[in-house]
């Protein structure tokens, strides 16, 4: 009786170990931090080369296309801080001028680089549902 | 009107405060009228709720722009059916749809079970109206659907979000919140249960029937839900980790655990502490999904918003549901005292007991991610969030591993299985995943999870062919009918069993289709009128721009030619549309065209109207279309097991020997007799047709050879195009109509297949009726046993102080010492 829940006890540790190991180590490569724009670019030091939801606002004007590509440079701002992004891909379609966006990507030498399908559009819906442009991703 | 309805749910909370009140007063009191007097209580809350439904759907209708909620989710221009499904578009009204849901379905249980199981009912019926009763309270103090504007009424309304104006939208909200309310009834068998200390298996019966019921409307709305994401939202894919979709998901993983574990309890009286818990758990994840989706807790494609003083009310609700279930359990314990060990590992008790960890594992994963924002920003004062990578590092092994089991648990003997009969067991199934791995990777297959995949899948499928090839081969020799027919036997004889194969046969070719994931192609880029670009199998040529509007909208149709083997294979017509009063959020309208190996996924997703070029973003999704019909499969197996006993019993006894194989025969050989090839034919030469009619039908139907593509028969080369136009120019000539045309193919092929457009529209969207019908049943039953109750005697609703002279012990008695006295 006394080896049998042993057995079980070690079976659980060791189960429960593994899993809370994996799922911290997994959980540190698979996070990524949610910052507005002036929280990053306020110190941008330590935000470089991070996984990063960056939330602004595109400023008027500044969305421009390379002809005949999907390569798009533009910069967003929030509280008067401003930082440039690159980005190659679909954008969504509320995706303009003034548009609340939130960018997945990462601060590189250059600018936020975003990574691919990572601009979501916030729409200024009159309803209810928080719309992302690309839902799901 | 809108005074009626909020009237109306004042008296659904009065009278369900009763129900319970006479319910539990009842039971304590060994009172049958009280009890009988709280149940008509309970099922007047079911008619309540059907008239203030109805009260809703007509100023939905009627567009009473005077009620807040119909202004907002609804206008005139929107067509009827989206009129009526604005009822659970918004959150008041979905909370609404639901208790309407939950009376109904809980009119039904009571309905059902009242005599089987007599000594539960008051309890049951005290539990189901106390959650009636919290979410009509929160209507009634806080979201009320009826509510109306103080200032002069808008003229028009804001109208449903055009997201939403689509079919699978309006059919998966209500299928899912019917899963989520059928959870309720095995909960309330539970809490009575455990309350009444009747804790034998009687109560499971009940509880496994409703669980089913729940578990496969859940099924069917999370499929929807995917169906909805895959052909409205435009990324391609059909599953998101998106909060809400994970909502959905957290009670199916406990439920698909209770359904497994509760075999072991039948069979081995095991697991008894487990059991109550899963049920009271699956419970739970249903209020709390419905808590994550409409208090803004978590952000999401549609979470309704932000509401701090629901989530307040919410919460208070879950934590009086942890305390009080919990504690019933923990008073119970003695009662539920495991009457078995488990004697092996090698045990097909063991096996669900492993399904049951990871099951509940996997819930507690898709909880604990979902919630992963909400709880570092807590913790942390950081928000943190986690994508969809992260999830499927996760759920992709644990998948597999379900699988696996899927495959193995049947196979195990309960109890203890020896060595031989494990080797002659798994020594097929293991046989065909070996072959189906080697073939894969000899074919140059190098994504891992995929491969593993299909051999598993290989693995499975193998294990349940061997149960029912043995299975049908003992029937053979001891009924002396034939293979086939002894394999629709074998559902008579242990019915349970065999559907759930069934069950397990679509969830193998779900994840089939999961599989083909790890194939998917995708480019994204602009492309000027002619040119051109290669995706996979196909070749997509962009030909030209079109701009077009009608009454709601404005539409923007890119023209695509798609070619394979540089044949022409179709044209798709992906669009952006511009509704009216929502210029700035077009919606996407996917074209896609399906096959069974692959479907060409194409979304316009931007243009530039000077110089006609597009945007497109597109995608190659193998084996989508395997997880609808494993869907299906499913679908198919549970109701083969939900049937009546009874019914099933006697279908069986009235099938002659040897039928169902000649059906079967029958059903495999027509369809192949009339796929008839599609050959290229060159030297085809069209007639010309003879009559206006006849030209008119050439375009009307389709080349049913099954590889042109479904082109019409007038355009199409092959030699059946050909045999049919013969056919329809000999039928026009005889004086045929077109009518009889359309019948002549739809019989011959068995459905609308053959006809370019379906014949009526409106019959394909009879699922929207669905929760109507199930509704008015409801309420149909209700009315009928009023009128019983009237016709018996004359009031029902007495109250609390029921006479006691009326029970008839007392009177017998009486009348006994009454006749000793004389």
Redesign the interface.
């Known amino acids: 009786m006394k080896t049998k829940a042993l057995k079980i006890v070690a079976t659980v540790v060791i189960l429960l170990g593994a899993?809370g190991g994996l799922?911290y180590t997994?959980?540190a490569e698979?996070?990524?931090?949610?910052?507005h724009v002036e929280e990053v670019m306020a110190d941008p030091g330590p935000w470089h080369g991070k996984n990063l939801?960056l939330h602004g606002f595109v400023v008027d004007k500044s969305i421009l296309r390379k002809p005949?590509?999907?390569d798009y440079r533009f910069q967003i701002q929030n509280k008067g801080l401003v930082v440039h992004a690159s980005y190659t891909?679909?954008?969504p379609?509320?995706f303009k001028g003034g548009s609340e966006v939130v960018l997945?990507g990462r601060l590189g030498p250059h600018g936020f680089e975003v990574a691919p399908?990572g601009v979501m559009a916030k729409?200024p819906?009159?309803?209810?549902?928080?719309?992302?442009g690309?839902?799901?991703? | 009107m809108p005074a009626l309805g909020t009237f109306i749910l004042l008296a659904a909370f009065v009278v369900a405060s009763y129900a319970i009140a006479a319910c539990v007063a009842g039971a304590r009191r060994r009172s049958t009228r009280l009890v009988e007097s709280g149940v008509s209580a309970f099922y007047a809350v079911t008619a309540l709720m059907t008239v203030a439904s109805g009260v809703l759907v007509h100023a939905f209708v009627t567009d009473n722009y005077a009620i807040k909620y119909v202004q907002r989710y609804s206008d005139t221009a929107q067509p009827l059916a989206y009129k009526i499904a604005s009822y659970w578009g918004g959150l008041d009204g979905s909370i609404m749809f639901w208790v309407f849901l939950l009376s109904a379905f809980g009119a039904v249980a009571v309905q059902v079970n009242r005599v089987r199981h007599r000594e539960l009912i008051p309890y049951v019926v005290a539990v189901i109206a106390a959650v009636e009763v919290f979410f009509i309270f929160l209507m009634v103090i806080h979201k009320n659907p009826f509510s109306t504007f103080l200032t002069p009424a808008p003229a028009d309304g804001a109208g449903l979000n055009p997201l939403l104006q689509n079919f699978y939208m309006a059919i998966h909200p209500p299928s899912l919140y019917i899963g989520f309310v059928a959870m309720t009834i095995p909960f309330a068998f539970g809490i009575a249960a455990l309350i009444t200390g009747h804790l034998d298996d009687a109560w499971l019966r009940a509880v496994r029937r409703w669980t089913m019921t729940g578990w496969l409307f859940l099924s069917f709305g999370l499929t929807l839900g995917m169906l909805w994401a895959y052909e409205e939202l435009g990324w391609g894919g059909y599953w998101g980790w998106d909060p809400v979709e994970n909502a959905g998901l957290l009670p199916w993983f406990t439920a698909t655990a209770f359904l497994h574990s509760v075999m072991v309890q039948e069979r081995r009286g095991m697991l008894r502490v487990w059991n109550v818990t899963l049920v009271i758990v699956t419970f739970f994840l249903t209020i709390f999904g419905t808590f994550m989706t409409r208090s803004g807790v978590v952000q999401s494609v549609h979470a309704f918003g932000e509401d701090r003083e629901l989530a307040l009310l919410f919460t208070i609700f879950m934590v009086v549901i942890l305390v009080f279930s919990f504690g019933l359990v923990i008073y119970r314990l003695p009662l539920l005292k495991s009457r078995n060990e488990l004697d092996s590992w090698a045990s097909r008790e063991a096996a669900f007991l492993a399904n049951n960890w990871i099951l509940l594992f996997s819930a507690f994963f898709v909880l604990f991610a979902t919630m992963f924002p909400t709880l570092s920003e807590a913790v942390k004062g950081e928000r943190l969030t986690v994508g969809p990578p992260f999830f499927n590092k996760w759920m992709l092994p644990i998948g597999l591993i379900l699988l696996t089991l899927t495959g193995v648990g049947p196979l195990l003997a309960w109890r203890r299985s020896t060595l031989g009969n494990i080797v002659q067991q798994f020594f097929w199934p293991v046989v065909a995943g070996v072959v189906t791995a080697v073939a894969l990777y000899s074919f140059g297959v190098r994504v891992w999870s995929s491969g593993i995949c299909f051999a598993l899948c290989a693995f499975a499928a193998g294990t349940i062919i061997q149960e029912f090839v043995r299975g049908a081969d003992v029937r053979r020799s001891t009924t002396g009918t034939d293979l086939f027919t002894g394999m629709v036997g074998l559902f008579g004889r242990s019915r349970r069993r065999y559907a759930g194969y069934i069950v397990h046969l679509g969830i193998i070719t779900m994840f089939l289709g999961f599989a083909g994931e790890g194939f998917k192609k995708e480019e994204q880029l602009p492309m000027k009128v002619g040119q051109q670009t290669t995706v996979g199998p196909f070749t997509v040529r962009h030909d030209a721009l079109r701009v077009t509007a009608d009454a709601q909208k404005q539409m923007v149709t890119g023209h695509v030619s798609v070619f394979e083997d540089g044949k022409l294979l179709t044209t798709m017509e992906p669009a952006k549309w511009y509704f009216a009063k929502r210029e700035d959020e077009p919606t996407t309208e996917v074209a896609i065209r399906r096959a069974p190996a692959e479907d060409l996924y194409i979304v316009l997703s931007g243009f530039t109207v000077d110089d006609q070029s597009a945007v497109y973003a597109i995608t190659v999704n193998p084996l989508v279309n395997w997880i609808w019909l494993g869907f299906g499969l499913m679908a198919i197996g549970s109701l083969i097991s939900l049937l009546p006993e009874s019914m099933f019993a006697v279908a069986m006894s009235k099938v002659p020997a040897g039928a169902a194989t000649t059906a079967l025969l029958l059903s495999l050989l027509l369809p192949a007799a009339l796929q008839a090839q599609h050959v290229e034919n060159p030297q085809t030469i069209f007639k010309a047709p003879r009559t206006q009619l006849e030209k008119e039908l050439q375009s009307e139907i389709i080349c049913m050879c099954g590889t042109c593509g479904r082109k019409r028969i007038g355009e199409c080369t092959c030699g059946l195009a050909a045999q049919m136009r013969a056919e329809v120019g000999q039928m026009v000539s005889q004086g045929k109509s077109r009518e009889q045309v359309y019948e002549f193919y739809m019989a011959k092929y068995g459905s609308q297949e053959p006809l370019a457009s379906p014949i009526d529209k409106g019959f394909n969207r009879l699922a929207w009726l669905v929760p109507y019908i199930i509704g008015g049943t409801g309420a149909l039953i209700v009315g009928l046993m009023a009128l019983r109750w009237t016709r018996r005697e004359g009031a029902d609703a007495t109250g609390p102080a029921a006479p006691v002279d009326d029970d008839p012990a007392r009177r017998q008695r009486l009348d006994d010492e009454l006749r000793d006295l004389d």
């Open positions: 899993l799922m997994s959980l698979g996070t990524e931090y949610y910052k939801q005949d590509s999907l891909g679909v954008v379609d509320t997945k399908n729409c819906s009159k309803y209810e549902a928080k719309t992302p690309i839902p799901g991703t």
